[in-house]
């Protein structure tokens, strides 16, 4: 079963138990849980990049107060998932991941924004992460929210796998560097590679330790550790910390643990399973322009 990463899926799929039947061999997280929360990492050069990952989150998830916006969502455990896993008690607020090309556009998945529609009523917030590991709750910068001004360039092609798209945001980001991107070739079968982004809508994790498995045409496959909401996550080269894809695709997220009656995580070996779907990010012809 091939799902798509964004929270709005996984959200609907757990709450109609689609997600339980017949995916007990499917697996999300390979071998460790390579997952960190940014003030864990000891990779400086990742966590500078961090700085340029957004969350796509509702405006009707945002409360502002003077200068600062607070990030209203339920903990992973309030919706479903079990108090043992890891991160349970962190707000859920992202639907989608995005990152910064250039100082005014960004790119995500194009299943995440598919109308001008999804463009008004869905915010780019930057810096929505956690400080220490008891923090629950996340407040930014009024500064750190971007809307979208328009569609630039997009993709979501269910025969080739294409998926992708490229906004322009409503005001230049000044604050942060945008990121170095793959122009020519692609990423070969056993680099290594990390991501960024907003796994189940969980503020930002870094997650390295995986390899690619395989390229196609319009995609590679790797054994990264995502889920719902890494939707649009850069995928970085990590010897050159270059973006070589978009994360879109991978297996169902959760499973049931049927004694304690809520969801937990899957988990395969790092050979096994399908593997997580990235889109080239060669594949946008807009980049090309920058």
């Known amino acids: 079963m091939k799902i798509y990463h964004s929270l709005l899926v996984v959200g609907a799929l757990i709450a109609s138990g689609q997600m339980i039947a017949g995916t007990k061999q499917l697996k999300v997280i390979y071998g460790e849980d390579n997952r960190q929360d940014v003030f864990e990492s000891t990779d400086s050069v990742m966590v500078d990049l961090s700085k340029s990952t957004a969350a796509m989150i509702s405006a009707s998830n945002l409360k502002t107060s003077g ?14 998932i079990c108090a043992k896993e890891r991160f349970s008690k962190q707000v859920t607020a992202a639907n989608c991941s995005g990152f910064l090309v250039s100082d005014k556009y960004l790119v995500t998945a194009g299943h995440c924004i598919k109308t001008m529609e999804d463009c008004k009523n869905y915010k780019w917030v930057f810096d929505y992460k956690v400080d220490h590991s008891e923090q629950t709750s996340v407040r930014v910068p009024k500064s750190s929210i971007y809307s979208c001004k328009a569609i630039v360039e997009r993709a979501l092609d269910s025969i080739n796998k294409d998926d992708y798209a490229m906004i322009e945001l409503d005001r230049i980001v000044d604050d942060r560097n945008p990121l170095a991107f793959r122009k020519s070739g692609e990423v070969s079968a056993g680099d290594s590679v990390v991501v960024i982004g907003h796994p189940t809508g969980l503020p930002t994790k870094i997650s390295g330790g995986a390899r690619v498995r395989k390229t196609d045409a319009k995609y590679f496959v790797a054994n990264l550790d995502t889920f719902g909401g890494n939707s649009g996550s850069a995928v970085f080269n990590a010897k050159t910390s270059t973006v070589e894809g978009i994360l879109v695709r991978g297996e169902a997220d959760y499973i049931p643990d049927s004694a304690a009656s809520c969801q937990v995580s899957n988990r395969c070996t790092e050979s096994g399973c399908r593997g997580e779907d ?3 990010i060669t594949n946008i012809k807009a980049l090309k322009k920058l």
């Not at 200068?67 to 479903?80: C, T, W």
């Open 278 to 280: 990235v889109t080239f």
């Open 67 to 80: 200068d600062e916006v607070s990030i209203i969502g339920s903990s992973l455990q309030s919706r479903g």
